[in-house]
């Protein structure tokens, strides 16, 4: 009898603890704004699209996004730092393996972003924004560490020197972008480091006299644009 009663009575704590874990998430304070622990799944699943922490309708510290397939594993994980709408976000793989990381205003990004190498944790990209718009220099790698372009941006617009590096490290290619065209010297470098080519961009376009090189000495000079042919 007493362990009949024992059971009855640790079924309905357990049923009445389960209950108020239930309704202790997905509030809304007086205002009706989101408040506390927040958790949704995809319609018709059990699968989490969601879960995070909201301070009367603000986000607060970790939220997790996952896909429709991602079980345990989110794909956007960001920790909010206060009501200014400002986040470190972190993109992941549906395996789990991180591929981009970096700071959102709201749905811009700024300041510094890093981006992986697809097969290993070695940096592939650096950028960095304002406003959610690319400005300053964006270095981009080999898997092999070394540099392999970099390139300067104004106001989310190419604007000054686009160097290309073989993998060895040897720049092979110097162009020079103005408004996000080609406007400018441009130099083409073999392997070694010797100039192949040289000439000149106006407006994205091939401009004025361009020499070609072969060990050292000048093989063949083109003038653009090009007379027009009869």
């Known amino acids: 009898m007493q362990k009949n009663l024992f059971l ?10 389960f209950s108020f874990a ?10 009706g ?3 506390g622990v927040w958790k949704k799944t995809f319609p018709g699943t059990k699968q989490l699209r969601y879960e995070g922490t909201f301070e009367h309708g603000t986000e607060v510290g970790e939220f997790k996004f996952y896909c429709e397939d991602c079980k345990d594993k989110p794909m956007v994980v960001k920790n909010f730092s206060g009501k200014d709408g400002m986040a470190k976000v972190q993109y992941f793989t549906k395996t789990g393996k991180l591929v981009s990381e970096g700071t959102m205003m709201g749905k811009n990004r700024v300041g510094e972003w890093i ?35 970099e390139e300067n941006y104004r106001n989310g617009l190419k604007e000054g020197e686009n160097n290309y590096y073989s993998p060895e490290g040897v720049l092979i290619k110097k162009l020079l972008y103005k408004n996000d065209v080609l ?19 106006k407006n994205d376009k091939k401009h004025g006299v361009w020499k070609y090189y072969k060990d050292g000495k000048v093989t063949l000079e083109e003038t653009y644009p090009k007379p027009e042919k009869n």
Do not use: C, W
């Not at 009855?8 to 603890?17: K, N, R």
């Not at 400018?184 to 961009?201: H, K, L, R, S």
């Open 22 to 31: 239930q309704s202790e998430i997905n509030q809304k304070d007086s205002e």
């Open 115 to 149: 981006y992986y190498q697809e097969k290993s944790k070695n940096i592939m990209t650096k950028e960095h924004y304002v406003d959610g718009k690319l400005n300053g220099t964006k270095i981009t790698y080999y898997p092999n560490g070394k540099v392999t372009e």
């Open 183 to 201: 406007d400018g010297p441009a130099m083409y470098y073999d392997a070694n480091g010797q100039v192949v080519i040289e000439g000149f961009y």
């Open 33 to 35: 704004r989101n408040h």
């Open 8 to 17: 009855i009575f640790f079924g309905i704590y357990l049923s009445t603890t």
